[in-house]
């Protein structure tokens, strides 16, 4: 530390002769009649000090509790059967209801027949279920042929053919051609036949073709 202080005492005195000169010469400007003014140097002004408003604390909200799981109950293999069965019970009976109201929708419009091909249930299902859930079908028209052996003449028509096959017979017509004359099928024809006990002959076969042995 003394090192420093002499190095500073040093210079001090380096500086005396200048010193001395300039004090020379500000009084010989002064015996002049000049003046000196001593003009006042900066000044510092500090800024006023800022009160910045204090930040509002944030208040931590708490987070919401869990909510509180209650165990779900022990259930058996056999109390998940049991429920299992009851919901194939109840979808079973929502099928059906869904199936009887759209039976009840095409007995409507639809014979028993109809019904068949179009929803591929047998008739029988259909006719039970349209008696148990009381609808019914459109009924079916008879073809020509059941309103020719179930009409409400039909006994009456049937023996006045049995008397024209008869006729048939003596005149020596075919058992085709008695059909095509009396406008009724082969096998209807066939029924008359056995109803009246017709004993009407079939047509014999007629004489083979020649047969020649194949020469060698």
């Known amino acids: 530390m003394s090192a420093y202080i002499s190095t500073d005492l040093n210079m001090i005195k380096e500086l005396d002769p200048q010193r001395h000169e300039l004090a020379l010469q500000m009084a010989e400007f002064l015996e002049k009649g000049g003046t000196i ?4 140097g900066p000044s510092f ?17 708490p987070k919401p509790a ?12 056999i ?9 194939r019970a109840e979808q079973r009976a929502i099928e059906r209801a869904e199936l009887i109201e759209r039976l009840r929708g095409a007995a409507v419009t639809m014979t028993y027949a109809q019904a ?7 008739r029988r299902n259909l006719q039970k279920l349209a008696v148990e859930n009381g609808f019914k079908f459109k009924r079916e ?10 009409g409400p003449d039909s006994e009456d028509r049937h023996a006045k053919d049995a008397e024209r096959i008869k006729a ?7 058992r085709n051609q008695a059909a095509l004359q009396l406008g009724v099928t082969f096998r209807t024809f066939n029924l008359l036949l056995d109803k009246f006990a017709i004993d009407y002959p079939k047509r014999k076969a007629g004489p083979h073709p020649a047969f020649f042995a194949k020469q060698q």
């Open 37 to 40: 003014e001593v003009l006042q």
């Open 45 to 61: 002004k500090p800024q006023p000090v800022r009160h910045e408003p204090l930040a509002a604390a944030k208040v931590k909200q």
């Open 66 to 77: 869990a909510p509180v799981i209650a165990d779900a109950p022990y259930m058996d293999k």
């Open 79 to 87: 109390t998940q059967r049991e429920i299992g069965r009851e919901d």
């Open 116 to 122: 068949v091909l179009r929803l591929g249930m047998s």
């Open 141 to 150: 028209v008879p073809s020509r042929r059941q309103a020719y052996l179930r």
């Open 168 to 174: 048939f017979k003596e005149i020596g017509l075919s």
